[in-house]
């Protein structure tokens, strides 16, 4: 059974400074996926990684696999009140299913 | 032009009631699921079709039945509502392939 355990699950970020959210998995995937979530929202899609050392970025966040240690480390540059949310990684698993993380709440405090 | 759509937001109801959640998707995708999010926004998937198949059907109370109509269609009824079935319910679909899911805006599923 795949299981995918992220770190830390909370997360105080001061503004202007660098962190990152880690994501372990169990058994080996083709593919990984960051979300976002808002409170009372839906997910968002952020970013797809396919390949060892696949790495995508999109403004302050930057992610990156590592299908050899079976990792994936989402990269948040001089953090900004507006990321504040819950992150969530989902590794996929035979062709449709998805098992994800329990998310990493996010909070940039000033 | 909403891409996957759930209806109704917000379902408040007593136990033992039945229940439906309806949810569409107009992307073309030919797999849609449906995910429970517990109040720890803990999110574990429920059920999956693939062109009107079921493909995913995980340890799920035999209260919770799935249905699609069509492959823009699943449709989640809940009978013999139980107090822990208060969650936020999730529609999503995707294309075969690696492409992300796509998820509705979820039910918000509150049990009196």
């Known amino acids: 059974e795949l299981k995918v355990e992220q770190n830390p699950l909370f997360l105080s970020m001061q503004e202007e400074k660098n962190y990152t959210i880690y994501c372990n998995y169990s058994?080996?995937?083709?593919?990984l996926y960051w979300y976002r979530q808002d409170p009372g929202k839906s997910l968002e899609s952020l970013f797809v990684?396919?390949?060892?050392?696949a790495v995508k970025q999109e403004g302050r966040l930057m992610a990156s696999l590592d299908t050899k240690a079976r990792l994936s480390t989402l990269h948040i540059t001089a953090a900004v009140h507006d990321l504040s949310a819950t992150y969530f990684c989902a590794v996929g698993e035979g062709s449709y299913q998805l098992t994800f993380g329990k998310g990493t709440k996010l909070s940039v405090i000033p | 032009d909403t891409a996957v759509s759930q209806t109704p937001k917000y379902l408040v109801t007593q136990m033992g009631n039945d229940k439906s959640i309806k949810c569409e998707q107009n992307?073309?995708?030919?797999?849609m699921y449906w995910y429970k999010q517990d109040s720890k926004k803990f999110l574990k998937i429920m059920f999956s079709y693939n062109n009107k198949e079921l493909i995913i059907n995980e340890t799920v109370p035999n209260r919770f039945s799935p249905k699609s109509p069509d492959k823009a269609h699943l449709n989640l009824h809940i009978n013999s509502l139980e107090l822990g079935d208060s969650a936020v319910y999730f529609c999503?679909?995707?294309?075969?392939?690696?492409?992300?899911?796509?998820f509705g805006d979820g039910t918000r599923l509150s049990i009196l």
């Open positions: 058994t080996t995937s083709d593919r």
């Open positions: 990684l396919l390949s060892n050392g």
């Open positions: 992307l073309g995708h030919d797999t």
């Open positions: 999503a679909s995707s294309d075969r392939g690696h492409q992300p899911q796509h």
